[in-house]
């Protein structure tokens, strides 16, 4: 409990803070439309590996494509048996970024598929990256740095972080560009991250009193459309250039984010609460299995066997009494209203959901 309200408390500072926070550029609110990364992703093998490879009875994709790759460097494996543990099949991505130049490095991301232990210290061998279209627009290749380690015997093994997975800083070179013509366009469109029609129309002004003049008109809660022309600037380039550092207020949405998973609750400045009153209880189901050996007598003529038997409980543990979350006008008054119940952080996530259910909660509840 001690821990809920610490990290509440903390989250009610951050928030303190945000509501006198400056405003912020529009670079940081909108994406540019047709300005955007692209994915690519290849197939390849990993070798120099510490015997920590893939299985190559289990895997036999990686014998295949090392087999492939021997034979194009011109040596004749076909018929011949072997099985090193050095090598694994990966597959590897990445992200092309917009405006990228042939000959330009990007980072990758390598993935084991088989059933390597592990890729720390392995090279990636030279690695195609194709498109959705099929083409290719990068090759990849490089020593992989991996994100933990692996170690096993005959009798244990350790696993620290995910040694199964690494990434090669600038690993890949851009052999292809996106076509693109960006400084033919006569308008452009900007599109919100978190679609509101409130931010749109604070942008939809920004722009125009910078410019003195109607640039920008608001289509949509996503969407503000620019004119080239109207802006007097000589490119689009010099136009965005001009318009991404203009600040902008954006509107603040009462939002409630839970994560199940880990327990973890956020909450937006502006959520409110109408007085609830609150009862909560604790149902455990525990299970037990221990089975029984029944043995024959001494040299009689019978069988050991096993009978199962399991022992089922259903346990209510005592939870809190009907209570009374007081109607809080701020994020301080909701969150000491919520921990007057003295419940922990998951048993919260459940009392969140209810609440909204029955409308006391004013805010976008968001479970993850």
Not at 258 to 286: C, F, H, K, P
């Amino acid at each position: 409990m001690q821990h809920l309200r610490l990290f509440i408390g903390i989250l009610l500072l951050l928030f303190a803070q945000s509501a006198n926070a400056s405003p912020i550029r529009i670079k940081d609110l909108v994406e540019f439309d047709g300005v955007r990364s692209n994915d690519l992703v290849g197939y390849g093998l990993v070798v120099g590996l510490n015997g920590t490879g893939d299985g190559l009875r289990n895997a036999p994709f990686t014998e295949e494509m090392l087999s492939n790759i021997l034979e194009r460097l011109g040596v004749n494996v076909t018929g011949e048996q072997f099985r090193p543990k050095n090598v694994a099949a990966v597959l590897v991505t990445a992200s092309l970024p917009p405006f990228a130049r042939a000959g330009s490095p990007m980072d990758v991301t390598v993935s084991a598929i088989g059933d390597a232990n592990s890729l720390l210290g392995g090279t990636l061998i030279m690695t195609p990256l194709n498109a959705a279209d099929g083409d290719i627009y990068a090759v990849a290749q490089g020593t992989i740095i991996a994100g933990g380690a692996a170690a096993q015997g005959d009798g244990a093994a350790v696993i620290q972080g995910v040694p199964t997975a690494g990434v090669i800083p600038s690993g890949a070179i851009i052999e292809r560009e996106v076509a693109f013509d960006f400084a033919g366009m006569t308008t452009l469109r900007l599109a919100l991250r978190t679609p509101d029609f409130t931010t749109a129309g604070r942008i939809e002004m920004a722009i125009n009193q910078d410019f003195e003049r109607a640039v920008a008109v608001m289509l949509d809660a996503g969407t503000v459309e620019l004119s080239i022309a109207a802006s007097g600037m000589r490119s689009p380039a010099h136009a965005l250039g001009r318009i991404e550092n203009i600040m902008v207020e954006p509107e603040r949405r009462a939002r409630v984010v839970v994560d199940q998973r880990s327990g973890t609750i956020v909450m937006g400045e502006d959520v409110r609460i109408s007085r609830v009153a609150v009862s909560q209880g604790n149902l455990t189901l525990r299970i037990q299995e221990a089975p029984l050996v029944v043995q024959p007598n001494p040299f009689a003529e019978g069988e050991t066997v096993i009978v199962p038997r399991t022992d089922a409980a259903i346990i209510e543990e005592p939870g809190i009494g009907l209570a009374e979350v007081r109607e809080g006008t701020s994020l301080s008054e909701v969150v000491a209203g919520l921990n007057a119940l003295g419940v922990a952080p998951r048993d919260m996530i459940d009392i969140l959901k209810s609440i909204k259910a029955s409308g006391a909660l004013h805010a976008e509840f968001i479970v993850r």
